[in-house]
């Protein structure tokens, strides 16, 4: 395909014509469309030339833009046109003119965007109250008509946040203890205090570590996927749909998850937690020579049964807030992609944000109890 | 240009266990407006993405601009995928990107176009698809879905395709526009010869626009010529389609 041309000739008559010829296609032009520019540039220069279209073979609205932004203003009525391609320029000339808009720098930008972020979050914090509100009212409203209450799906949330989640919680809260018990074996040798590794390793797994670090695992493992089914359902009315036939999006979407986040969460962490003190002790007798049934024996005695219920009620909350922030930020994606993307972002991030802060209050509030 | 734009030569589909066309061949020339009908479920939309190389086939050959869709090197594909432009049923456009870039974008894609010409293109064609310039700045999000439908047509018009392959083009447009819609491709396929391959329902678009029907059912092509020669065929399916079934001659 010849690129397209541009000739000036001087006709026996002596008139000087702009000839133009050749393929004035975007596909032909696209290599050598900044020099046919400024030739075209040059030649309109002059307003007082004829044009001639007619030699051109193909003609498309990218050609006939071209060759009009180089006129900058209408020619057409001394340019000689194929009768196909008057048509094409018909269309270009329809278009009305846009005033590109210009940029002014805002001095108030900064003032504004703080602003907009500080309004935002109250504006968050307000609807997730609303969120619980609605999750209480319905909940006392299915409390008096059991029936209703969704099991299947509290029962998918406890299968697919707790179940699944076994194999890499045991892993890493495995792992977490093998390095803690490996990290503080030193220290301890060097006192002589080896078997207060049991008091270490009990106090600290049971009663801090594994709650949290189930509770970090979850919120980004099942609270953004939370969000993103919730964010997407959003996406394809799917949510409107449900509206529409009569059901609540609360009580099914997130009431379900909530109770189910609720039961999975303890029962996960106390899993992890084992992991965590097998692991600890495994490396306790490698390291100390401290007995495996000797390590498991005297935990009991050192690390009183209190602990384990602070960390039950610990996972307890942890595990309904993540769904509560999670099913927030999937409710408030707008219906594109770049949201829902940006919802699971913040969801995970304050998720993991609050069940910090969580635990900061569940460590002044029970300070004084799980010590002897 | 005696070689056809589409060519499919006995063409198997499958989606798992199901056969969808079974040798199916029918070819579209350059300058045609072919209209593809057939019930829902019969493989239209399906077919429509064989053609343009989404899906792959079980058997049989494609040919888009006498290129293997599935079996081209890089640079061949890239050079085919830029002589059509498609329209997808639900629009497909970018949510994350405004109006206005959704439809800049193929032309940034070949980079070799300065900001303003691309600005200027983007303009004329949200005018040939008769969408103010006010709504440039729109995300999809924020659009009715008949404006969505004309934005995704601009785009598939970016580059000035030669082939226009549309999934349900009028579906979602009111009667008004659906016939602005169906100027607009007269227009362009009498100036600039644009081959138009459509799965479309709309009777009225068919007849006005389309210079071939070709009708799917039973997994091929049962007919394939003008409208008023198909409309003759005693195909079951066509007759209930046209409504030229009379219940005397037809009792089933």
């Known amino acids: 395909m010849p690129a397209g041309s541009v000739q000036l000739i001087t006709t026996d008559a002596g008139e000087r014509i702009v000839v133009l010829s050749g393929n004035w296609t975007l596909a032909a032009l696209r290599s050598t469309i900044g020099r046919l520019f400024g030739a075209l540039k040059s030649v309109s220069a002059d307003p007082t030339l004829k044009w001639d279209l007619r030699q051109i073979d193909a003609l498309d609205s990218t050609g006939a833009l071209l060759i009009w932004r180089a006129w900058g203003a209408d020619r057409r009525g001394s340019t000689q046109f194929k009768k196909e391609h008057a048509a094409i320029f018909e269309r270009v000339a329809a278009v009305p003119p846009v005033e590109p808009s210009r940029w002014r720098p805002d001095l108030l930008a900064p003032i504004v965007f703080l602003g907009r972020r500080e309004s935002r979050f109250v504006e968050h914090v307000l609807a997730l109250v609303a969120l619980i509100g609605m999750l209480v009212l319905d909940a006392v409203y299915l409390l008096t008509h059991p029936r209703q209450l969704p099991w299947r799906e509290i029962s998918a949330t406890i299968y697919k946040a707790g179940a699944l989640a076994m194999p890499v919680t045991a892993l890493v809260g495995f792992l977490i203890g093998v390095v803690i018990s490996y990290l503080t074996s030193d220290t301890l040798k060097a006192y002589g205090a080896g078997v207060y590794i049991v008091n270490l390793l009990g106090i600290s797994i049971i009663r801090e570590l594994g709650p949290l670090l189930v509770a970090i695992l979850l919120a980004g493992r099942s609270g953004s996927a939370m969000t993103a089914q919730i964010g997407v359902m959003r996406v394809t009315e799917e949510i409107d749909a449900m509206i529409t036939i009569g059901i609540s999006p609360v009580s099914r979407l997130v009431l379900p998850k909530v109770i189910g986040l609720a039961v999975a969460m303890p029962l996960v962490s106390m899993w992890a937690i084992a992991a965590a003190l097998v692991g600890g002790a495994l490396a306790a007798k490698a390291q100390l020579g401290i007995d495996f049934f000797f390590f498991l024996d005297s935990l009991p005695k050192v690390v009183a049964a209190d602990n384990l219920w602070i960390a039950s009620v610990k996972t307890l909350t942890f595990g309904m807030a993540i769904a509560l922030i999670s099913c927030h930020f999937g409710l408030r994606a707008k219906p594109n992609t770049e949201s829902v993307s940006n919802s699971i972002t913040s969801s995970v991030v304050a998720s993991i944000t609050f069940v910090i802060l969580l635990d900061a209050v569940f460590a002044i509030v029970f300070r004084q109890v799980g010590f002897d | ?252």
């Open chain 2, 1 to 252: 240009m005696s070689d056809p734009i589409i060519e499919v030569k006995d063409l198997w589909t499958k989606r798992g266990q199901q056969t969808i066309h079974r040798d199916l061949s029918m070819q579209v020339d350059a300058g045609d407006i072919v209209g593809l009908v057939g019930g829902s479920g019969s493989g239209k939309t399906t077919l429509l993405r064989v053609v343009i190389g989404l899906d792959a086939p079980a058997g049989g050959t494609v040919r888009l601009f006498g290129i293997d869709p599935l079996n081209a090197g890089r640079q061949q594909r890239l050079a085919m995928q830029r002589r059509f432009g498609t329209l997808f049923q639900g629009g497909a456009l970018f949510s994350a990107l405004s109006v206005f870039e959704n439809i800049a974008l193929p032309l940034r894609e070949l980079r070799s176009l300065d900001k303003r010409l691309i600005r200027d293109l983007v303009m004329l064609k949200l005018h040939l698809v008769e969408i103010e310039p006010r709504h440039a700045g729109k995300m999809p999000a924020e659009l009715s879905g008949g404006m969505i439908k004309r934005i995704a047509l601009a785009r598939a018009l970016a580059l000035d395709p030669e082939l226009l392959v549309l999934d349900e083009p009028t579906a979602g447009l009111d009667p008004d526009r659906s016939r602005s819609f169906v100027k607009l491709i007269q227009s362009l396929s009498r100036d600039h010869g644009l081959t138009v391959f459509m799965v479309t329902h709309d009777v009225e678009t068919l007849s006005t626009l389309a210079t071939r029907v070709a009708v799917l059912a039973d997994g091929r092509i049962v007919a394939d010529g003008p409208l008023d020669k198909v409309r003759q065929n005693r195909h079951p399916f066509i007759a209930s389609f046209f409504g030229t079934a009379e219940p005397a001659t037809n009792p089933d």
